[in-house]
């Protein structure tokens, strides 16, 4: 388990205040509270259902609440947008999409398809794929990429604009075994840098267990938000998420 760090600027990147969606007049998330500072890593676990991916969108200016306020740096979703990076889940991307790794990542920089690519976009995509060791993929379609290679060039892609605020829907879903192990890592990596926050929402243990310094519990609320050590050791939680925490083994 990851060991919970103290960020020493204490600046709220992302804050959350009585927060309620309704998706077709349905409420699927009421009373969500809870914050994110400078360089800190929140995993956002829950049932299937239970509203992670939502309010995910509602942090991207996707989803609007109908009550309660999202403030990223102090601004609204939609104004912060171009400080934010974004991993969607493997699904929602067309494999069959003819277009290549460099391209994808040199996009998010402009905000549009590349016709042509400039020597400075390309520079700097190759340097955020390097930064995911994926720059051997960069001129490779991304049809023929494997789930784990794909999560790597849209995380890529995620950081070449060199966000503050990092949100990640699922990334590993779908993505086998040795590319799980290998995405885990790079997240890792980025749980440990001290400028980037990160918002995870997760289904896997270890996914947590490898990055999270803050976990919040959702259930069309916040059931439960604090330091991993402190969530796993409720078994009233631990028996939400099938029993078992980050070491597979059930609290006495």
């Given at each position: 388990?990851?060991?919970?760090?103290?960020?020493?600027?204490?600046?709220?990147?992302?804050?959350?205040?009585?927060?309620?969606?309704?998706?077709?007049?349905?409420?699927?998330?009421?009373?969500?509270?809870?914050?994110?500072?400078?360089?800190?890593?929140?995993?956002?676990?829950?049932?299937?259902?239970?509203?992670?991916?939502?309010?995910?969108?509602?942090?991207?200016?996707?989803?609007?609440?109908?009550?309660?306020?999202?403030?990223?740096?102090?601004?609204?979703?939609?104004?912060?947008?171009?400080?934010?990076?974004?991993?969607?889940?493997?699904?929602?991307?067309?494999?069959?999409?003819?277009?290549?790794?460099?391209?994808?990542?040199?996009?998010?920089?402009?905000?549009?398809?590349?016709?042509?690519?400039?020597?400075?976009?390309?520079?700097?995509?190759?340097?955020?794929?390097?930064?995911?060791?994926?720059?051997?993929?960069?001129?490779?379609?991304?049809?023929?990429?494997?789930?784990?290679?794909?999560?790597r060039v849209f995380l890529a892609r995620a950081l070449v604009t060199?966000?503050?605020?990092?949100?990640?829907?699922?990334?590993?879903?779908?993505?086998?075994?040795?590319?799980?192990?290998?995405?885990?890592?790079?997240?890792?990596?980025?749980?440990?840098?001290?400028?980037?926050?990160?918002?995870?929402?997760?289904?896997?243990?270890?996914?947590?267990?490898?990055?999270?310094?803050?976990?919040?519990?959702?259930?069309?609320?916040?059931?439960?938000?604090?330091?991993?050590?402190?969530?796993?050791?409720?078994?009233?939680?631990?028996?939400?998420?099938?029993?078992?925490?980050?070491?597979?083994?059930?609290?006495?």
């Amino acid at each position: 388990m990851i060991e919970p760090r103290v960020h020493p600027s204490g600046e709220r990147v992302l804050e959350v205040e009585n927060v309620e969606v309704a998706v077709a007049g349905k409420t699927i998330l009421r009373d969500v509270n809870f914050h994110v500072v400078r360089g800190e890593f929140l995993c956002l676990l829950g049932p299937n259902g239970s509203g992670k991916s939502t309010l995910l969108k509602c942090f991207l200016g996707f989803v609007q609440p109908v009550r309660g306020t999202i403030r990223i740096f102090g601004d609204t979703p939609e104004r912060a947008r171009r400080r934010l990076g974004y991993l969607p889940q493997l699904k929602e991307f067309d494999r069959s999409f003819p277009a290549t790794s460099v391209e994808l990542v040199v996009a998010s920089l402009r905000g549009e398809w590349p016709i042509r690519i400039a020597n400075d976009e390309r520079d700097k995509a190759l340097a955020a794929l390097k930064k995911v060791k994926a720059e051997k993929l960069a001129d490779k379609p991304l049809r023929g990429l494997s789930g784990g290679e794909t999560q790597r060039v849209f995380l890529a892609r995620a950081l070449v604009t060199d966000p503050d605020l990092l949100l990640l829907d699922e990334p590993a879903a779908g993505v086998d075994a040795a590319g799980r192990e290998d995405l885990y890592g790079l997240l890792h990596e980025i749980a440990h840098c001290d400028h980037l926050a990160a918002v995870m929402v997760t289904h896997s243990v270890a996914a947590m267990d490898r990055t999270a310094e803050k976990i919040a519990f959702i259930d069309g609320t916040v059931r439960a938000f604090g330091l991993p050590q402190e969530l796993f050791s409720d078994a009233n939680l631990l028996a939400r998420l099938g029993g078992h925490g980050p070491d597979g083994i059930a609290p006495k």
